[in-house]
Nanobody
Framework: VQLQAFGGGLVQAGGSLRLSCVAS????????MGWFRQAAGKEREFVAA????????YYRDSVKGRFTISRDNAKNIVYLEMASLNPEDTAVYYC????????????????WGHGTHVTVSS
């Protein structure tokens, strides 16, 4: 399974971006997919996750109401719509897919994409 993330870029504070994560491979059937981010000099942290079957969504507190995760099962794509961005959202964003465990934990994810940079200017 390969994951490719797209959509990062430079945006002004208050602006919006949509990240996409495309999964490819012979069989792709995760239990959940997530987005994580890592700011310079900081640990990678959970941002949002969605269950592949039921579409249940989960967010870190600081992005609730601003970010929306969604998926297109037929196309094997997961999206992260980000609005009201602020400089604290600046980071490299990674998508990941997992089969079991705690979807808030990086250890539960088996496949990771290369990151896409998001820079929010003040």
């Amino acid at each position: 399974v390969q994951l490719q993330a797209f959509g990062g870029g430079l945006v002004q504070a208050g602006g919006s971006l949509r990240l996409s994560c495309v999964a490819s491979g012979r069989t792709f059937s995760p239990d959940f997919m997530g987005w994580f981010r890592q700011a310079a000099g900081k640990e990678r942290e959970f941002v949002a996750a969605i269950t592949w079957g039921g579409g249940w969504t989960y967010y870190r507190d600081s992005v609730k109401g601003r970010f929306t995760i969604s998926r297109d099962n037929a196309k094997n794509i997961v999206y992260l719509e980000m609005a009201s961005l602020n400089p604290e959202d600046t980071a490299v964003y990674y998508c990941a897919a997992g089969r079991s465990g705690n979807l808030f934990s990086q250890r539960s994810y088996d496949y990771w994409g290369h990151g896409t940079h998001v820079t929010v200017s003040s």
